[in-house]
């Protein structure tokens, strides 16, 4: 372990690299001797770790946690009068273009949904609008037949207080096909908003891990 952590950093000191980049699972015993090292030569944490989550998706759970959101969040998951749901297959011309021409002017390139659409689900990626201003969104990756990650999640800051994070995490639940028997996503650790949301529902048994993004 000392020897690679010696080596990795001569190399990128002696090819003149701006730095080392170094990701692991917090507390991990798989990952403790990375961890061990990262401190010893002193690697500094980025501001993209992040927390990753999992958990099955058993048609059980997903009745459970329809009737949680409906007894807990009634109020929250009617879409605005005002507002459009639309799926990823459903969106127009017009449409795309408003999220596009959006790109770098209102939200940062790392939310922007299209940077792999060839592998989001068309169904399960919803899109909000407010008549004609992209507002939401979530967009789901697919693996295999059974798996997805929640990829892209991004709603408007003047937006982020009015219950629109619960209502897109409901509408694309509530469609999940029956084939899919496990969910992850991810959340950054200084997203403190989101993380607030997601520790509502870690009754549904979610496994959560401290994946690391450190420097040198």
């Known amino acids: 372990g000392k020897r690679c952590f010696e080596f990795i950093v001569k190399y990128a000191q002696e090819h003149q690299h701006e730095k ?41 759970k997903k009745l459970h946690f329809i009737t949680f959101m409906k007894t807990h969040y009634q109020k929250l998951l009617k879409v605005p009068d005002s507002m459009r749901l639309i799926q990823l297959n459903n969106l127009a011309q017009n449409e795309l273009q408003q999220i596009e021409a959006g790109k770098h002017r209102d939200y940062h390139s790392v ?6 659409e060839h592998e989001a689900n068309r169904e399960m990626s919803l899109f909000l609008f407010n008549t ?51 969910i992850s996503f991810y959340v950054l650790m200084k997203n403190k908003m989101m993380n607030k949301v997601i520790d509502r529902f870690m009754i549904f048994d979610i496994n959560k891990k401290k994946e690391m993004l450190v420097k040198q």
């Open 20 to 60: 080392v980049l170094l990701q692991y699972f917090e507390d991990d015993p798989l990952y403790m001797p990375i961890q061990h090292y990262a401190e010893r030569f002193h690697f500094e944490k980025t501001n993209r770790c992040k927390y990753v989550f999992s958990l099955s998706a058993s048609m059980e």
């Open 132 to 182: 004609n201003d992209p507002v939401a969104w979530i967009t789901v990756k697919q693996y295999g037949q059974g798996s997805i990650l929640i990829d892209k999640f991004y709603i408007k800051p003047e937006y982020r207080r009015t219950g629109l994070p619960v209502l897109l995490i409901y509408h694309s639940l509530k469609i999940l096909p029956k084939e899919i028997k496990y």
């Open 111 to 116: 939310y922007y949904p299209f940077a792999d």
